[in-house]
Nanobody, 127 residues
């Protein structure tokens, strides 16, 4: 089992940057694929980015491609979401999620593929 804690959210102006962190407990974090999702008020949760256990394979939603980068440090048990050129439409609660995976180069894109979720961190982008 793994527990996830997100941090790094906040208020930023349009065009600015933030880096979100997802810190995981447990000694086998390197066996977990991780994804970032977000949910804006009145909207459904949507996929943002995902990374495989090895970090060798990543995938990003079209809406954030070229602006957001997902990465991981398996020594620090942490996954990051670097967010640049932020837009007001990026405003949402951002969640990280994890699932055990035997495939080192598989990233998972659907929320129902994940077993563990963090509590979320608020990102607000002002225009």
């Amino acid at each position: 089992q793994v527990q996830l804690v997100e941090s790094g959210g906040g208020l930023v102006q349009a065009g600015g940057s933030l880096r979100l962190s997802c810190a995981a407990s447990g000694r086998t974090f390197s066996s977990y694929a991780v994804g970032w999702f977000r949910q804006a008020p009145g909207k459904e949760r949507e996929f943002v980015a995902a990374i495989s256990t090895s970090g060798g394979h990543t995938y990003s939603a079209n809406s954030v491609k070229g602006r957001f980068t997902i990465s991981r440090d398996n020594v620090k048990n942490t996954v990051y979401l670097e967010m640049n050129s932020l837009k007001p439409e990026d405003t949402a609660v951002y969640y990280c999620a994890a699932r055990a995976s035997s495939f080192s180069n598989t990233a998972y894109l659907r929320s129902n593929e994940y077993s563990y979720w963090g509590q979320g961190t608020q990102v607000t982008v002002s225009s």
